[in-house]
């Protein structure tokens, strides 16, 4: 049997469809609390293209409560997220991430220092 390689061309027209895009403000958090002190701050994530945005946050830290850990945003939709900073049982300093996955195919991960 007799193998016969050719190329075959196939064209396609059509429109492309936009992907999700994730945007982030502020891009990192900041608060000096004392043992005892509470602080509330805001996040806002935000959908900046035309198909549907699904995200997920997560903080792992019991010092850090946050008002919502997911959602899905259509075109220029907001999502307000309040973040709860409560050093009542804390001493010292502490640094973390707060980690937004998407998917938005050029930010599947977002990490927001803290």
């Known amino acids: 049997m ?3 390689e050719e190329d075959v061309n196939v064209y396609l027209s059509g429109e492309g469809i ?6 982030v403000t ?3 958090l900041y608060v000096t609390l004392y043992s005892g002190q ?17 995200w997920a946050l997560s903080s792992g830290w019991s010092y850090l409560d946050v ?6 945003l259509t ?4 999502d307000t ?9 804390l001493s010292g300093d502490y640094s ?16 927001i220092p803290v």
Do not use: H
Not at 75 to 78: E, N, T, Y
Not at 81 to 89: G, M, Q, R, T
């Open 2 to 4: 007799e193998n016969l």
């Open 18 to 23: 936009e992907g999700p895009g994730l945007s």
């Open 26 to 28: 502020p891009d990192s």
């Open 38 to 54: 509470t602080f509330s701050d805001t996040l806002f994530i935000s959908n900046q293209n035309s198909d549907t945005l699904q």
């Open 67 to 72: 008002s919502s850990t997911s959602g899905f």
């Open 75 to 78: 075109a220029s939709q907001i």
């Open 81 to 89: 997220i309040s973040i709860d900073y409560d050093a009542s049982l």
């Open 96 to 111: 973390s991430y707060i980690n937004i996955a998407s998917n938005d195919p050029n930010n599947l991960e977002y990490n």
